[in-house]
């Protein structure tokens, strides 16, 4: 089994605005089923399948000062050694 690959991983303080604007720039990118990020010289380009498991987590953690509250999106899907995605089983 190979081991995970992290293709780009971005960790900053952005202004509530800014994410939300980021969010919308994705969501739009996601409709269309093509989504590519840029960090750098880094670029990711995805194509996102019509199907996918989509994940939400709001954890809350005690702090010092108070509480520290997450909140996470996910998506995931199967991609073949080709890199396309995978399909579903049928029968023929």
């Known amino acids: 089994m190979a081991k995970k690959e992290i293709l780009l991983k971005s960790d900053e303080a952005l202004a509530r605005a800014d994410v939300a604007a980021f969010f919308r720039q994705v969501s739009e990118a996601l409709a269309k089923g093509q989504v590519v990020l840029k960090q750098d010289e880094t670029l990711v380009e995805l194509t996102v399948p019509d199907q996918v498991r989509f994940e939400v987590d ?9 509480k520290q509250i997450s909140l996470e999106f996910e998506l995931e899907w199967l991609v073949r050694e080709d890199g396309e995605p995978a399909g579903s089983v049928s029968i023929e």
């Not at 709001?58 to 108070?66: A, D, L, S």
């Open 58 to 66: 709001v954890e809350e953690k005690p702090k010092k000062k108070g």
